[in-house]
């Protein structure tokens, strides 16, 4: 991948690296060391892409492997004390923070199926592929996770 190609593909999906990084790790911190070295490993990749559609997917992929491997590091075992934890995001309205916190107790299945589905706007088709699941997994997974985020938020939960 050539320079000029390569600093495109860094300003066009750095976002959502990092916010599929972030939802995966729920530490800010390493979201940006993901972020890192999912472009370093964009950057050293060999492999041509047939197009943008074909990197973004792959971009997710390798995002989300990355997320995994770091989270069965041993390094990550550690546990650590809440003054120690990072600050959370400040959210403008109480409903996002109360939806953050939400999502980021969910377990790691159906968090990851929830940030590619409603932020990444990925069909289900599509997360199956990246996550080599079936189809019907993923819609179990999403409706699972639908139902215990509406269990958790209780009446500020809202059918549209």
Not at 25 to 49: G, I, R
Not at 81 to 97: H, K, Y
Not at 99 to 110: D, G, H, N, T
Request: proline share 5%; glycine share 2%.
């Amino acid at each position: 991948m050539d320079k000029t190609s390569f600093t495109a593909a860094v300003e066009r999906y750095q976002d959502m690296v990092y916010r599929v990084a972030l939802h995966v790790l729920a530490s800010p911190q390493d979201a940006d060391d993901a972020v890192q070295e999912v472009f370093l490993k964009l950057y050293t990749a060999q492999k041509p892409f047939q197009g943008e559609e074909h990197l973004r997917r792959w971009l997710l992929r390798v995002t989300v492997n990355h997320c995994r491997d770091v989270l069965r590091s041993p390094w990550r075992k550690r546990r650590a004390s809440l003054e120690e934890l990072p600050p959370q995001p400040v959210f403008r309205q109480p409903e996002q923070e109360a939806l953050y916190q939400s999502v980021m107790a969910l377990p790691e299945i159906y968090r990851i199926v929830l940030v590619l589905f409603y932020y990444e706007e990925l069909s289900v088709r599509e997360i199956g592929a990246l996550l080599k699941l079936e189809t019907s997994a993923v819609t179990t997974r999403l409706s699972r996770a639908r139902a215990k985020l509406k269990e958790q938020l209780g009446e500020v939960w809202q059918d549209e």
